[in-house]
């Protein structure tokens, strides 16, 4: 079985949070056309389009290492990080200018090699950049995209291009430690 019921139940949890947490930082291309004197309290509009631009590239890199990691032999468990999520939802009920938080984390069971957890940790920023790479191609090479889809392929190219970067950070708890340090004992 590739999914427990928990897995796809906080694949949802994740999913509908990054929408809330992101909706006043990524609004939806028709709400940016609408007076601001018609704000309304909870947009679906905008919790749309941030769930739409945000979640997948975070649960594609997730699913990477999943994926991945089942290829390789490794027992793999999906999560979504509740602790993670409240700190990204704090963080936009102060309005901070930053939001920084962990919203999700794929765990490794067993005996791993250096080889295995080299793959399996950079898989999630390698997703990422392929994110990147379609939407930067499709956003270079096709003329005719709407409005609508030029902006949420800017910001998906943004966004991964971010969490490619983000996640390559050689310091615990990032992807980067795990490729790194994997890599250094591999080579050494």
Same mark, same amino acid.
Do not use: D, Q
């Given at each position: 079985m590739l999914f427990t019921i928990n897995e796809i139940i906080d694949l949802i949890i994740m999913t509908a949070a990054l929408g809330y947490i992101f909706m006043d930082y990524i609004k939806s291309p028709a709400s940016l056309t609408e007076s601001i004197l018609s704000k309304r309290k909870f947009d679906w509009d905008n919790f749309k389009f941030a769930a739409l631009v945000t979640a997948p590239g975070i649960i594609?890199?997730?699913m990477s290492h999943k994926f991945v990691?089942? *290829?390789?032999g490794i027992t793999t468990q999906f999560n979504a990080s509740?602790?993670?999520l409240f700190l990204g939802i704090f963080l936009k009920w102060i309005s901070s200018p930053f939001i920084i938080f962990a919203p999700g984390?794929?765990?490794l069971a067993g005996s791993i090699s250096d080889f295995q957890r080299f793959l399996t940790a950079f898989s999630g920023p390698a997703a990422n950049l392929l994110l990147f790479a379609? *939407?930067?191609?499709?956003l270079d090479?096709?003329?005719?995209l709407t409005r609508n889809q030029a902006i949420a392929l800017h910001l998906t190219k943004q966004i991964n291009l971010f969490l490619f970067l983000f996640n390559l950070i050689p310091l615990?708890?990032?992807d980067g430690?795990?490729?790194f340090s994997s890599l250094f004992r591999m080579i050494f």
């Open positions: 594609l890199h997730e990691g089942l *290829a390789l509740y602790f993670g984390y794929v765990s379609i *939407a930067y191609t499709i090479r096709k003329k005719n615990p708890p990032f430690y795990s490729v």
